[in-house]
């Protein structure tokens, strides 16, 4: 006798899942709840979801005015590649004065472009049957869901991350041995110059601004800054130890005063950062990597620091992440899996007048840090 049964997997609860999956994934994600522009379509939602998105911050205040920048194109279009363009300033030594001929003095616009590519990710959980589901107190569909939605939050976290550190363009370091700052483009050069001094000071971060906002007297291309409230803000990323090194210095302790007074503000940035100095907004991110001293590479434990300012990253999703269930042997196991397409890009363009191609709005940081990760098990 053949029998049919709707069973708690249904399409029904796997449409609401996807739904709200979407609608939590940018609050475990660091990079988009943080630093990236609203994704999510909203036309969809009622007055209440729509009310309820805006409290739970995941909606920041604009695409291109943010770290990471979510292009839109692809969303529910045929491809699996994104272009987009830059237009540089014009060059501030050109042009006339007085009743010097213009015509045949024009100026040619500069342009470049970059481009995002798609890539599909998935992940799935499987029960191994009825009986061992009725063993634990756990319900099956909404762990996996969970377990599912923090892995997925993750693996976009990684995948920016990644982007955000490989194969940086410029490198700036404080040179222990000459006391100054210092850019390269070779790992090695900037590594092996750091020392006692080169840990996290104000300085060094006030110094970091000045070669973002001067594009280093204009050798390369000066770094947009975030807009918010008639003020210009950039993003400086640490890893823990660091952090830690912010926290154990006497001179950043105004710095962090003044950002704990700005945590409960609107501006998404200011949320759980570390401190603000000169505009800079510092952030810890435990997966920004460090590195032991080793020999011939580094004779102090350092740290990769990113700074960014208005579209350090790229990102874009062709497809929503969703949920799929699927009933395997009769009904008595229950997989659940996770789809998204995705992809990420680090910009860069070629100056037009140095011809050297740079990261478009983001630098490396190299720190020396303090070792408080380091703790082995007596």
Known sequence: ???????????????????KFFYEMPKYSFFVSRFAGSFIDRKGMNTSEQNQFIKDGTK?????????HVLQELKGQKGDKVTFGLVYELDEDTGTVGNDTLEGNEQAVDTDDSYVELEQYRNAVRSQGRLDRMRSDLEFEPTAKSRLNNWAAAKIDI???????????????????????????????????????????????????AAAVTGRDEQRNKMVPIEHGGE???????????????????????????AYAQKTGKFPL?????????????????????YAAVAGTAT???????????????????????????????GNQIGIAINFIFGVTKPSFTHPRSAFTFDN??????????????????
């Not at 759980?272 to 997966?287: A, G, L, P």
């Not at 700074?307 to 949920?323: E, K, S, Y």
């Open 300 to 330: 102090v434990p350092w740290a990769h620091c990113s700074f960014m300012g208005a579209q350090a990253l790229a990102i874009a999703f062709g497809v929503d992440p969703f949920i799929v269930a699927k009933s395997f042997d009769y």
């Open 159 to 209: 995948l920016c991350k990644t982007a955000l550190i490989t194969s940086p363009t410029e490198i700036y370091y404080y040179d222990h041995a000459n006391t100054r700052m210092a850019v390269t483009a070779t790992t090695g050069t900037a590594s092996l110059a750091l020392g006692s001094t080169s840990k996290i000071s104000p300085h060094i971060i006030r110094t970091l601004k």
């Open 60 to 68: 920041l205040d604009g695409g291109d005015n943010n770290p990471v």
């Open 361 to 378: 709005s983001s630098f490396s940081v190299y720190l020396t840090r303090g070792q408080y990760s380091d703790i082995t098990l007596a």
């Open 270 to 290: 200011f949320k759980n950062c570390v401190c603000i100095v000169d505009n800079v907004i510092v952030h810890v991110y435990n997966r920004m990597p460090i």
């Open 232 to 258: 210009e803000y950039y993003v400086l990323l640490v890893p823990s130890d660091v952090g830690v090194d912010m926290q154990e210095n006497s001179e950043f302790q105004n710095y962090i005063k003044a």
């Open 1 to 19: 006798m053949a029998m049919w049964g709707v069973t708690s997997a249904n399409n029904l609860t796997i449409k609401v899942w996807s739904k």
